[in-house]
């Protein structure tokens, strides 16, 4: 007898352990009184948009292990709207779930993501810039929003900043070839080129802080044009902020260190440089002894526009 009511007892035991499980289970997700629970958002895939071959200081062609990305769920109300996801294992892990309604919600999603900078925003705004050489991006859900009905995200990121670089062309020049530093300078007394911005990431758009103007530079701790190029993850890549056209011939103007020598190069009135997009230049090397090929060229060098194109 006292064994069958310990056993009652157990059985009782059990019972309200089960009964509180799935209260908890309830909770965790709420019916709305349509008979459907709400489902717990997962990332698919984040891919680059377009994406072309990148360097280690420059534009980056796909994430790795590691990377962490910021997230804003706009119109989200079930718990934090800001929150990040990391790269784990060729998959992406979010730190706290997501619970999706029936109710559309607006996914938008920005490259790096730093918790000292980030964890607070209070709007759709972050702030870049160029004198790091960070790559910032922004994206957006695939379909542009996720729901119970959508709960497997496909983000597509974009480049936020313009990139330059560079085919450096050796021809006769006598030299290492050696490239030691390349830089996109004001001239004195001009502020065209600003060094920061705020980027809206529900339009992509970046608007231009007026109050900084520092060079975009890169150091290259290994770069030489001696042996002809294999691709374009060789070229000199500098991001810069977007600008607007160039106002005057020489208001702007490249700056490569080679070899221990300074080559300086103005840009011309209306050059100008968009967020996202890629612009490449050839540098021909011209030796003292030739003639120049480009009237003003007394630096020794020629630059020559060879393509525009979105990345």
Same mark, same amino acid.
């Not at 071959?53 to 534009?59: E, L, M, V, Y």
């Not at 001009?190 to 231009?208: F, Q």
């Given at each position: 007898?006292?064994?069958?009511?310990?056993?009652?007892?157990?059985?009782?035991?059990?019972?309200?352990?089960?009964?509180?499980? +799935?209260?908890?289970?309830?909770?965790?997700?709420?019916?709305?009184?349509?008979?459907?629970?709400?489902?717990?958002?997962?990332?698919?895939?984040?891919?680059?948009?377009?994406? @072309?071959?990148?360097?280690?200081?420059?534009?980056?062609?796909?994430?790795?292990?590691?990377?962490?990305?910021?997230?804003?769920?706009? #119109?989200?109300?079930?718990?934090?709207? +800001?929150?990040?996801?990391? @790269?784990?294992?060729?998959?992406?892990?979010?730190?706290?779930?997501?619970?999706?309604?029936?109710?559309?919600?607006?996914?938008?999603?920005?490259?790096?993501?730093?918790?000292?900078?980030?964890?607070?925003?209070?709007?759709?705004?972050?702030?870049?810039?160029? $004198?790091?050489?960070?790559?910032?991006?922004?994206?957006?859900?695939?379909?542009?929003?996720?729901?119970?009905?959508?709960?497997?995200?496909?983000?597509?990121?974009?480049?936020?900043? *313009? +990139?330059?670089?560079?085919?450096? $062309?050796?021809?006769?020049?006598?030299?290492?070839?050696?490239?030691?530093?390349?830089?996109?300078?004001?001239?004195?007394?001009?502020?065209?080129?600003?060094?920061?911005? $705020?980027?809206? +990431?529900?339009?992509?758009?970046?608007?231009?802080?007026?109050?900084?103007?520092?060079?975009?530079?890169?150091?290259?701790?290994?770069?030489?044009?001696?042996?002809?190029?294999?691709?374009?993850?060789?070229?000199?890549?500098?991001?810069?902020?977007?600008? #607007?056209?160039? @106002?005057?011939?020489?208001?702007?103007?490249?700056?490569?260190? $080679?070899?221990?020598?300074?080559?300086?190069?103005?840009?011309?009135?209306?050059?100008?440089?968009?967020?996202?997009?890629?612009?490449?230049?050839?540098?021909?090397?011209?030796?003292? *002894?030739?003639?120049?090929?480009?009237?003003?060229?007394?630096?020794?060098?020629?630059?020559?526009?060879?393509?525009?194109?979105?990345?």
């Amino acid at each position: 007898m006292r064994s069958y009511l310990i056993s009652l007892f157990f059985l009782f035991v059990f019972f309200v352990y089960l009964s509180s499980c +799935l209260s908890y289970v309830e909770n965790e997700f709420p019916d709305f009184g349509n008979g459907q629970k709400d489902t717990l958002l997962q990332l698919k895939s984040v891919a680059v948009y377009n994406e @072309r071959p990148g360097s280690g200081s420059g534009p980056i062609r796909e994430f790795v292990n590691g990377d962490t990305i910021g997230l804003y769920l706009h #119109e989200y109300h079930r718990g934090n709207p +800001l929150m990040y996801t990391v @790269r784990e294992n060729y998959g992406w892990w979010l730190p706290e779930p997501v619970f999706l309604s029936s109710e559309p919600i607006r996914l938008f999603a920005y490259y790096p993501y730093r918790s000292k900078d980030h964890a607070y925003l209070s709007e759709k705004y972050v702030n870049v810039e160029h $004198i790091s050489q960070t790559d910032y991006m922004h994206g957006q859900v695939n379909g542009d929003y996720v729901s119970r009905d959508k709960p497997y995200a496909e983000i597509i990121m974009k480049h936020a900043l *313009a +990139l330059v670089q560079f085919k450096f $062309i050796k021809n006769d020049y006598p030299h290492d070839c050696s490239v030691q530093r390349v830089s996109i300078q004001n001239a004195n007394g001009v502020t065209h080129l600003k060094s920061k911005g $705020i980027l809206n +990431l529900e339009s992509g758009e970046v608007a231009i802080r007026d109050d900084c103007y520092d060079q975009a530079t890169i150091t290259p701790e290994d770069m030489n044009f001696y042996e002809p190029y294999t691709g374009e993850e060789e070229y000199a890549r500098i991001l810069v902020m977007p600008i #607007e056209p160039v @106002r005057n011939d020489g208001d702007l103007f490249f700056e490569f260190e $080679i070899d221990g020598y300074i080559y300086t190069y103005p840009l011309k009135a209306g050059t100008h440089w968009q967020s996202g997009m890629k612009y490449t230049y050839e540098v021909d090397m011209v030796p003292p *002894a030739r003639t120049f090929k480009s009237s003003g060229a007394a630096t020794g060098i020629n630059v020559v526009l060879t393509q525009t194109s979105s990345y």
